[in-house]
């Protein structure tokens, strides 16, 4: 079955640009139609969508993060990943990537299923 | 974006039912999906659509939904219920983003 993986730097220094990638294995990212997102939550707190990427290219992002995130896609590596600039220690978190499921409907329904194990990124100097 | 609320904590007795609810706007237009996490790990999703549960997932978590609120029910908790529960839907923006709920602590007692 399909499975997700983060990685990159544990630790950024503030007023840089956080980097992670989620490779996918299993199937290939750009089979079915499937979004590929990108979520975190800080320690002890709720879930915090970020973003979302299509194979085409498309992307949606979380509006209080728009300003500072970038989703791409590497269909030839089967990865996806995460850039987010000018970080704070707000933006200590565990990353998540998750892919994305879309049904259409009169009442449309979405769900995340899998997830990646999540990785841990600290800002601090 | 819309907000999802959730109940803080709820509290549940082994092998009875609890029902831990989550409150939109979006949940008008949007059904929500339902994610069980533990401490230190990933969440899982449980369930999502009208009452869709993945594979590997007791029957005894169930879904519903009625105008903007929309419902887990654990009928006849275990002790390994016990997690924090994220209900997520799309925002009624109607730019297709996402929204999480506020989390519920499900304590199995």
């Known amino acids: 079955q399909v499975q997700l993986q983060e990685s990159g730097p544990g630790l950024v220094k503030p007023s840089q640009t956080l980097s992670l990638t989620c490779t996918v294995s299993g199937g290939s990212i750009s089979s079915g139609s499937y979004y590929w997102s990108w979520i975190r939550q800080p320690a002890g707190k709720g879930l915090e969508w970020i973003g979302r990427i299509y194979t085409s290219g498309s992307t949606n992002y979380n509006p209080s993060l728009k300003s500072r995130v970038t989703i791409s896609v590497d269909t030839s590596k089967n990865q996806f990943s995460l850039k987010l600039s000018s970080v704070t220690a707000a933006d200590t978190a565990v990353y998540y990537c998750?892919?994305?499921?879309?049904?259409?409907?009169?009442?449309?329904?979405?769900?995340?299923?899998?997830w990646g194990q999540g990785t841990l990124v600290t800002v601090s100097s | 974006s819309s907000e999802l609320t959730q109940d803080p904590a709820v509290s549940v007795a082994l092998g009875q039912t609890v029902r831990i609810t989550c409150q939109g706007d979006s949940l008008r237009s949007y059904y929500a999906s339902w994610y069980q996490q533990k401490p230190g790990q990933a969440p899982v999703l449980v369930i999502y659509g009208k009452n869709n549960r993945p594979s590997g997932i007791p029957d005894r978590f169930s879904g519903s939904s009625s105008g903007n609120t929309a419902s887990l029910t654990i009928t006849g908790a275990q002790a390994e219920d016990e997690a924090d529960y994220y209900c997520n839907s799309r925002d009624s923006s109607g730019n297709h983003l996402n929204v999480f709920g506020t989390g519920t602590k499900v304590t199995v007692l």
């Open positions: 998750a892919r994305e499921s879309v049904v259409p409907a009169a009442k449309g329904v979405n769900w995340f299923d899998p």
